[in-house]
């Protein structure tokens, strides 16, 4: 009878034991994210509507401006609805026009690399806000059923233009800084793997101190390409927000040096390897 | 008061010799019924512990979500083949290409800002 307890007991623990290791073997699974693909084939698609709409665009707005011209020389009230009506049409393609643009952008700086999270971030809300005032646009320019509120809504849309304008080109400025980076990175990576496979190779000792001044003049080069790139970069990130088409204009010439420099460090790398 | 208690009128024999109930018969009954109600308690408890191990060893594994995969990071080889220097290469010069301060893909919509009926 105690022989069958002991069992019995042993049975017990045994079976709490496997339990016990069973739990610690398999611990709760965190959840799984989703890792988001880069949402290229959205972007195809995007700028594939943003052309047809500049191209509807086109039409429309010669309709638009016989419509306007007619009007303004005949000044019946049938040229007047006409014009109206070429009107509207132009305005909500327009708004249709910005809203697709507003999405490229998005996309665009979502997908870009090289971007502080800092600066994509809010540039990406305020993007946002601006497709919402767009769309608010579209709806006004939809319903308005005279002239004057046409030209009223037209007008009051006018800020919002200079919003959209000046956020276009620091989100352009932000996309073209990150793609910099992104190169000036990778010419560093490169520089490395180059530099291990040199070393790897069977040389005399003239040719190895050939290839280690040039990897020395690369170093300089890079010196140099961080030299002329930090501050340029360091006065868009640091000015959110501030820009215009003649900020973005410049913004490609202070660029150009430092640009120059990493494609004669690429140029150095490949004479190097050979 | 003294008549009325109960009392042994041998008092040389101690309590411990003479037995105060006579509860034998009961004493064997209950040794004999405990052992089967243990072993059938203990029987069931060991097997549904044991029972309760084996399901959640077998089922929870059935139903736990796939856990993804960490490919590690790989380590850069001391030396690369020639290949995968040209690969580096080519990704290089597609990213300054890519990053050319001249280039502009997304220029503003060129489209009319000032639209409107009246003159």
């Keep these: 009878m105690k022989r069958a307890q002991i069992f019995l007991t042993a049975l017990a623990f045994l079976g709490a034991l496997v339990t016990f290791v069973s739990a610690q073997e398999n611990p709760v699974a965190s959840p799984v994210i989703p890792t988001t693909a880069p949402n290229t084939q959205n972007l195809f698609n995007l700028q594939g509507q943003y052309f047809s709409l500049i191209d509807q665009y086109r039409d429309q707005e010669q309709k638009y401006i016989v419509a306007k011209n007619q ?13 109206v009506k070429e009107t509207r049409t132009l305005l909500t393609l327009r708004a249709d026009i910005f809203l697709v643009y507003l999405d490229i952008l998005n996309e665009e700086l979502s997908l870009g690399k090289g971007i502080p999270l800092e600066n994509k971030n809010p540039e990406q809300i305020a993007l946002t806000l601006l497709k919402e005032k767009v769309r608010i646009h579209k709806t006004k320019s939809e319903s308005a059923l005279d002239r004057f509120a046409l030209d009223q809504e037209a007008a009051n849309f006018l800020p919002t233009l200079k919003e959209l304008e000046s956020h276009t080109y620091y989100t352009l400025s932000l996309i073209k800084v990150g793609k910099m980076q992104v190169a000036y990175d990778k010419l560093f990576f490169v520089r490395d793997a180059v530099k291990s496979y040199v070393e790897g190779q069977t040389l005399s000792s003239a040719v190895r101190s050939e290839k280690e001044r040039g990897f020395a003049e690369i170093e300089r080069t890079l010196d140099n390409v961080s030299a002329n790139f930090t501050p340029v970069k360091n006065d868009v990130l640091n000015n959110p927000g501030v820009s215009g088409l003649s900020d973005y204009s410049k913004l490609s010439k202070e660029l150009t040096p430092a640009y120059g420099q990493m494609n004669q460090v690429v140029q150095f790398l490949e004479e190097i390897r050979k | 008061m003294i008549d009325n208690i109960d009392f042994s009128e041998n008092q040389t024999l101690f309590s411990e010799e003479e037995p105060l109930f006579n509860h034998s018969q009961e004493k064997s009954r209950v040794k004999k019924a405990r052992p089967k109600k243990l072993l059938l308690i203990g029987g069931i408890v060991g097997i549904f512990v044991l029972l309760v ?8 594994k059935k139903i736990r979500p796939p856990v993804a995969v960490v490919t ?12 995968q220097i040209d690969e580096l290469m080519r990704e290089a010069i597609q990213d300054i290409e890519d990053a050319d301060p001249a280039s502009n893909a997304l220029p503003f919509p060129p489209i009319a800002q000032d639209i409107k009926i009246s003159k």
């Design chain 1, 71 to 83: 009007y303004l020389q005949l000044n019946t009230l049938a040229s007047q609805e006409l014009a």
């Design chain 2, 53 to 60: 191990a084996m399901l959640t060893a077998i089922g929870g």
């Design chain 2, 72 to 83: 590690p990071t790989p380590i850069p080889t001391p030396a690369r083949t020639s290949t």
